[in-house]
């Protein structure tokens, strides 16, 4: 407990005094941490410290998932122009039935995969025999066959 000077008149008052002797102020001694703009705008100065440490940390999140990879696409279903057909530049089968592009008429189906001239450079599988509706064979080779036929899916 000790002196200190009253916030009206100055003069020395004990810091337990209701009021002061000399000029009757109520709590005449003020204490140090209720001195100052500080002291009287504690509350929202702490309010404004916790707004601006969420904000800090609301952007650096952002910029963390910003840094990070970008978001993957949602895969899109392709589009099949011909529901129900197979294109023969995705893959052949043995005994697959053929109809044509443009009609969807049947042709004929795959007889063997086994290209009797195989290139150096490419696979074995670059032709295929075809027998046709009318009863004749013939080589084809893939790429013409894909741009001519297509397959049934169910094989």
């Known amino acids: 407990m000790g002196l200190r000077p009253c916030r009206e008149c100055r003069h020395f008052v004990s810091e337990e005094a209701p009021t002061c002797p000399r000029c009757g102020a109520r709590r005449p001694v003020v204490s140090e941490e209720d001195t100052g703009w500080f002291g009287r705008y504690r509350g929202a100065v702490v309010l404004a410290l916790v ?77 295929f025999e075809v027998e046709f509706a009318d009863g004749h064979r013939e080589w084809v080779r893939r790429h013409m066959a894909a741009k001519r036929y297509l397959a049934v899916l169910a094989h």
Request: hydrophobic share 30%.
């Open 51 to 127: 707004v601006v440490a969420l904000e800090i940390t609301w952007f650096r999140s952002q910029v963390k998932q910003l840094a990070g990879p970008p978001p993957l696409p949602a895969p899109v279903a392709p589009v099949d122009s011909y529901p129900g057909y197979r294109s023969l530049a995705s893959g052949t089968w043995l005994d697959a039935r053929l109809y044509k592009r443009e009609d969807r008429s049947y042709v004929g189906r795959i007889t063997s995969l086994n290209c009797p001239d195989p290139t150096p450079r490419g696979s074995p599988l670059r032709c």
